[in-house]
């Protein structure tokens, strides 16, 4: 294939053709201004040459003809091999003189940086910003504010579209948001699918239903049976009593005219209702309850789960609105905090502990026989023997449960918005062609978000046309337009089309200003990951939009509204990359505490986070260290701070002693640089000097390998055994200013807790070895801990103020860092800085910048 | 089209169903060859591709001895009763592999990050798509195409350079072989057919007006858009086509085949069973042959990173988690046992396709399937996985285990499955090194 092997010959690339490598590595000199490059030519003419030169080209290399320019694959590739070969030690070989570290380190820098430098050029639009399409999430958030629509589980176009590709770790960049023939295909039919349900013929379906079970028909049904064996569940008059267990909907709950049990008949949105009142036990806890469905997918089961506060002979009604599908079965009510009102075993017996020393025996009879006594004597389980200790169950929270109630499915209205809205005339208009025209002229300014001329609608009124002589209804025809204008590349592809036509292919036009409503959709795009709204539509049709103190109070403005929760999911998941915190499952051996709602707040963590930094206006400096925490009960458990329960994350004060505060002290990332069994000082490393910094280190070699398990009798921590990795000088030439970055973290174990001696593994009992987090920072700082290495990084605030503003840049624009944006970005640092470090005051001016309001 | 309306298949697959339907010419609602057309030559070749991410333990998997009677590793075992009808290939390589980002270069040679090239499923399929309902089929553990990332979910490129989706789901898959078109559909179709062609055109001449006004830069992104847009309008000619025939009604009692009807994806629910999982898909891209319905298959078996390890193979950890095995004694012996479970299914697949009979022989006869990964061991280039099976009928002189020059590109076993296919590569398929003699007796 001749195609991947062509040189690249845009942009000012360093283009080199010479015969002598001293000459080359001159011209890049001269060309990139780098001091470096005399050092590495006179490296390799010193060590290198002799063999691999004009005398031998031993390996059939010949470093001396090797062209400094990057942009050319194959260049590119023999420099990588130069660099393996010297970071790993293996040339010189064994016998010639070997290279020393400061020298394999400059040099293999030197390689890096080039090879980065071609990589970007590869992905540089020339500083300008390119036509893009919407990515999925753009897509969704667009057509749920363009038609008023919620999407039931599973309905929504993010159930169809496929993961959209990154670059430059987002995926708001043109060059990854391919289109392929599959995805075009996909677009259509979500287009088709949702204009189903933007235009409706007639009544719904499925009305609205309101299906009740009062919980005191149970004790008339056949299931009383069940209930009077229980002593958790007791009918009392009105209701029923539940003090431990659950109680069913015995199949007395269902949608009208249906023959099973399911409540919902179509996808939909549904309230569920439970109308209840409890005692709170002795200890003063309320009975908190946990309304689920039976549902073949276990993410799908639960409804809501709820304290119940109201008194026993005050109920009041607890409510959810949920989406439901097709699938679901049985509703059931628990109660959590159940007290377990029967015997595990005979009084005095202990048959868990007795079996495990049987097994640790090896007395396999001895185990077989208390297994079966245990059975034999009914011991265990629910039927067993009721305690005699809890018989007098006021001492426990219980809850008065009167009924539950479902309504749905739900609509805001019918017809739906969409409908209304769209079909203007009401259902009285004349559905002939002139009308349709007038729809499609009120409807496509918004679905392409500026103002569309005549010439523009004749496309869709063709459509529209032929389906009406084809002898379709209005309404379909008016739903294959709608499919049309969703699929047109006018509303998939953010498009800044030239005022003037271009009139030369070639020409590269001068930059010129956004119009008022490109503005508009950069801004709302960026912000809300969407269309812009009525608000930001009217000051573009106003030509007020680009001024100044207009752009800056429409920033307030769209932050404030709950849409900016887009920016929140959409920026700083990928800025912090939480979709990677969970790619490796701790061992459920070593780490029993680990749990789903662990694993699920670890995730949130850094998000609530970043949502109360931008909502609050606090210091994006808070992100090194911090005097507060954004968590809920799961992670306030784990990091052992008191006080906090329910599981919505809220901002909770630092206590004195504890070491959290910050990015680096949440439990993800450490979780995120762990392989399940012992943590990865490198990778984490990285994740700090990339995240933190946008300052990635230079690949490793192949075959770099981990860090292995100790052998038999030896106990060396991880530090250690990563310790002994770097004796090998070749390699601490680059791990010494990685390491450290990694190691000031070592007191996190697998799961993000804390601790002082070496865990995981097979580390176990009091002698573990003692964590040492010390280390020395590149630029010399040294710490002796991770709250001392937090202190060395605020130290470097400056760096982290660039580059969190250089990913923002990227998400803003959809186009990666140029050379050319230094000096914006540079007012953008000065004026965080001068807006007190706020989030807001960096998008300000992001929004304010040159690059963000011209084309 | 009231999507209440559509009551036999679940809602999701149906959704998915119509989706794909338009996305991938093999999906396609439609009819039949019931007979093989006369014209048709004697013996129908077929080829699969078939990957596995994140390499496997090569320290328990090359054969002891080379030949046809070299001894079986410890993964490889549950192949011993097809020896005869398939090569172990060691000395394979890819150039630009040996890391999570190994499927980019798997079926092209060419690096993640770079720009993409044809694969070689899809130059089979140009040259017998043509013939078969479905010109080629993507299936994948992972839905869609993941690009971009590393967990990429398809190795099949079209002439663009453009990944092509997968689809994951048993259920979907079948209904969209073998699921007659009931009444109500084909009255629909018609319809159908003629709003989707309306709106390409009138989605084409929105484009043109776009294109008009955008400047070189611009327009080169906006290609990808008519390259699509004309890729759904052959799609569509070829669903009309074929609408009238109906489609091939597999004979699947008592042979042991999964119900498709109950088939869970991977992404669905707790249900989901890997070990039927496996056997629905292996069995879905056998009948696809024995039918006719296409001749050429891709099939991620295994993504990068995640996965790959299920509740019911008994290991402790997940699959990249045991990759990363640090030399320890048990991971390596997990990493072994999940290995062997999918040779075991692979074992299953090829009985399956030794048991169905296809013109003078059996359909594994008439089928080259290769398997390889991104990476061997510890995100190695070379040590790679690679067998080919199948197609003794078609040429391939099977021994069990060749040692082939060392780094011999993975693209020249590609080139030498393709060129049996009857597709002639004019010099070499990518950095391959030219067929495979040793394989072609």
Redesign the interface.
Known sequence: MSAIRETRTNGPAIQLALTGLIVAVLTVVATRGDAFELDVASVLQEYCVRCHGPQKAEGKLRLDQLKADFSVRDNAATWIEVRNMINLGEMPPDGEEPLPVELIESTSGWIAAGLRAAEQQQLSTGGRVLLRRMNRYEYTYTVADLLSMKFPTGESPLDVLPPDGTAAGFDKVSTALLLDPSLMSQYYTVARRIAERAIVDGPPAFPTEKMRLEFEDIAESGAISYLVTRLGMRPVPGGLELIEGNTRSFGMLRYPGRRDNNVAPVNGFYRFTVRAGGWPGADGQVPRIQLSHSHPDDSMKSIMEVDVTAPWDKPAEYSVIVPRDTLGNELSVRIVNEVSLYMGQRPGENFMQRNNAAGDENDFAEALRLAGRKVAEGWGGDRSTPDPDKLDVTRFPRVFLDYLEVEGPLYDQWPPASHTGILFGGEDAKTDLAYAREVFARFLPRAWRRPVDDKELKPILAVVRQELESGESFHEAIRVGLATALTSPKFLYLAEPAVVTPSDDNAVAATRPLTEFELASRLSYFLWSSMPDDELFRLAARGTLSRREELTSQVDRMLADPKSDRFVEGFARQWLRTDTFLAFTPDKYLYKEYDDKLADAVVREPLEFFREVLQEDLSVLNFIDSDFLVINDRLARHYGIAGVTGDEFRRVPLPADSPRGGLLAMAGVHQAGSDGIRTKPISRAVYVREVLFDNPPDPPPPNAGEIEPNVQGERLTVRERLMQHQQIQACAACHRSLDPYGLALENFNVIGLWRDRQDGEDFRGDKTPPIDASGRLPNGSDFRNFDEFRQALRQQEDRFRRSLARKMWVYALGRPVEPSDDPMLSQAVEEMKSGKDSLRSLIKSLVNSKAFVTK | ????TVKPIS??NF??G???????PWLEALSARGVRAASAPAVVPRMGMFYFGTGMNMREFYPDGFGRDAGLSRILKPLEPHRGRFTVLSGTWLEKG?GHGGAYPFSTS?AI???Q?VSPDQLVAELHGKQTRFPSLQLSVK???????QVLATISW?R?G????AENDPQTIFNQLFRPTDEQQQAEQA?EF???G??L???L???R??H????????Q??D??F???R??EL?LRREIDWADRPKPQPDLAGKNYGDYEKAVAPE????FVYDTYAKLMYDLIALAFQTDSTRVITYVVRTE??GGVYPEFGV???Y??LT?????PKNLDELAKVDTIYMQHWSYFLDRLASIRDGDGSLLDHTMLGFSSGMGI????DLLPTVLSGGNGLGIRHQTHVALKEQTPLASLWQTMTEKMGVTIEGRF?DSSGTIGELLG
């Open positions: 089209m009231n999507f209440q809602r999701r959704l998915r119509t989706g794909v339907c338009l996305a991938l040996g060419i990050g770079e720009k090239a839905r869609g195409t993941g690009f971009g990332s079209n663009q453009v990944p092509l989706a319809d003629r709003q989707r309306s709106v055109d009138a989605v001449a929105d484009a007006q776009l008009a006004r955008l400047g070189a830069a611009d327009r992104q906006l990808q858009y390259n699509s847009i890729e759904v799609t669905g629910n707790g249900k990173l995640a402790s950890k997940g990249h988690e990363h095995h640090g030399n320890d510890g995100h190695s280039k990518q």
